[in-house]
T-cell receptor, first 115, second 115 residues
């Protein structure tokens, strides 16, 4: 596979469930991102990992827990979510580092519905 | 703080018409990058162009052209002879120079090209 792959593409969960979103990139990039896309809102940056280290947490509630075990994989662990957390969650990657130029390659997203 | 404004929420035109998507940005940085991304119905954002703040030359790529005017803090995108396949949500975005910094998106413009 090439590019950025996100699984699952669709997820429905109750407020008491625990689930995880997975992102994998095959581009040799060193930075990975989670974005949230809600209806009628701009894309919101949630987390940034640069060389596996978290460099940005954009005041995201603790019910969202990211994990970046290596530069190719990024997870978003979800627990006790609220209905307002229903959104499209987009993963992206880029070269990162000081020489990075912020051209992000996005996955197709995971559509999350919280009941 | 950085901010990107896309005042046009939705645009609908008939195929073969020219259409311009507006983007106005705010930043205190003296150097920055500007981007346009396309989000087709499949969900993933597709990179279209990156422009360095030092380079105010307009750019043309096939039917796409971009007009960067630093004096008015605008980075507008024109599609000439639009086609149905151009239907998508288009996002303008802004970031700093260093890699893995925040990419701030506008709210997006939904473009519908009618046959």
């Amino acid at each position: 596979e090439t590019g950025v792959t996100q699984t699952p593409r669709h997820l429905v969960m109750g407020m008491t469930n625990k689930k995880s979103l997975k992102c994998e990139q095959h581009l040799g990039h060193n930075a990975m991102y989670w974005y949230k896309q809600s209806a009628k809102k701009p894309l919101e940056l949630m987390f940034v990992y640069n060389f596996k280290e978290q460099t940005e947490n954009n005041s995201v509630p603790s019910r969202f827990s990211p994990e970046c075990p290596n530069s190719s994989h990024l997870f978003l662990h979800l627990h006790t979510l609220q209905p307002e957390d229903s959104a499209l969650y987009l993963c992206a990657s880029s070269r990162g580092g000081a020489a990075g130029a912020n051209v992000l390659t996005f996955g197709a997203g995971s559509r999350l519905t919280v009941l | 703080a950085q901010k990107v404004t896309q005042a046009q929420t939705e645009i609908s035109v008939v195929e073969k018409e020219d259409v311009t998507l507006d983007c106005v940005y705010e930043t205190r940085d003296t150097t920055y990058y500007l981007f346009w991304y396309k989000q087709p119905p499949s969900g993933e954002l597709v990179f279209l162009i990156r422009r360095n703040s030092f380079d105010e030359q307009n750019e043309i790529s096939g039917r796409y052209s971009w007009n960067f005017q630093k004096s008015t803090s605008s980075f507008n995108f024109t599609i000439t002879a639009s086609q149905v396949v151009d239907s998508a949500v288009y996002f303008c975005a802004l970031s700093g120079i260093q890699g893995a910094q925040k990419l701030v998106f506008g709210q997006g413009t939904r473009l519908t090209i009618n046959p």
